[in-house]
């Protein structure tokens, strides 16, 4: 079942590759990022007779967060149009962009996707334990903090960019106020909480994928997200030195003395 699910996603994010390339815009690849494992873990759930409960509650699960996080995404881009990472990525590949953008954005994320499932695999499939267990329990428990955490997170984000006045801002209130990725860190507990309940049936191996979207989330999005805002926000240096970059944080450290005259932060 994993080789049909690394089939089905392979293929879809190839129609999206066409599409990508008929309307001009890759970044329809993350609008489908949650669909995508929704849609392997609808694969995993109609050809397996694991245990019903852990199975129906994993598909609940990736289907609220999936649902949520595609609506957030495509809202987004309909309001501030092609992600800047691959607006940078097309301008410096200039016309090879078509067929490179296939393979270093719409393969690379199928396959991350499939590996990303793995945990979810092992839930839906495995046939024991057949009622749910501690490790289960706390698993929803880190995915409800981690659901929230990114949707708060997010929300607050997109009315402090709906102001005008904001533009050159810095967002330091709500949940930004203890980490500068209020969102990513959300991300990265409900997928833990995700791992834990495929670990609960044994698949232990499943808690690479948490593991992965953490360090690339830390590592990957967070750096080239805060590179763009440090050339663009100069209160957002200040920002850095006195918040936490991921883990909240209840208290800031003490920031360096701002010379007269420049721009004071604000949220």
């Known amino acids: 079942m994993l080789l049909i699910g690394l089939v089905t996603i392979v293929v879809l994010f190839t129609v999206l590759w066409v599409v990508s390339i008929r309307i001009n815009d890759s970044s329809i690849v993350d609008i489908a990022w949650g669909p995508g494992i929704l849609t392997l873990a609808v694969v995993y759930y109609f050809t397996s007779n694991g245990a019903a409960v852990r199975a129906g509650l994993m598909l609940a699960l990736v289907a609220i967060w999936a649902i949520r996080l595609a609506a957030h995404l495509y809202v987004r881009n309909r309001l501030q149009g092609e992600d800047f990472r691959y607006e ?7 016309k090879s962009w078509w067929w490179y953008s296939y393979f270093r954005v719409f393969l690379l994320q199928a396959v991350v996707a499939w590996i990303l499932s793995i945990p979810v695999y092992f839930a839906v499939v495995s046939l024991a334990p057949p009622t749910l267990t501690m490790v289960d329990y706390l698993g929803v428990v880190l995915f409800i903090i981690g659901f929230a955490f990114e949707t708060i997170g997010d929300e607050q984000l997109r009315r402090f960019r709906g102001s005008p006045r904001n533009v050159k801002l810095v967002l330091e209130t709500g949940l930004w106020q203890y980490t500068r990725h209020p969102n990513y860190f959300g991300e990265a507990v409900l997928w833990w909480g995700i791992g ?3 670990a609960a049936t044994g698949g232990v191996v499943g808690l690479i994928a948490p593991a992965l ?3 690339f989330l830390m590592n990957v999005s967070a750096m080239l997200l805060e590179r763009s805002l440090k050339r663009n ?3 957002y240096e200040n920002y850095i030195a006195t918040t936490s970059a991921f883990i909240p944080r209840l208290t800031k450290t003490s920031a360096p003395a701002i010379a007269a005259g420049a721009p004071k932060r604000g949220r």
């Open 213 to 215: 979207i953490t360090y």
């Open 196 to 198: 834990l309940i495929g």
């Open 233 to 235: 926000k100069r209160a």
């Open 88 to 94: 940078m990525l097309r301008n410096h590949r200039g």
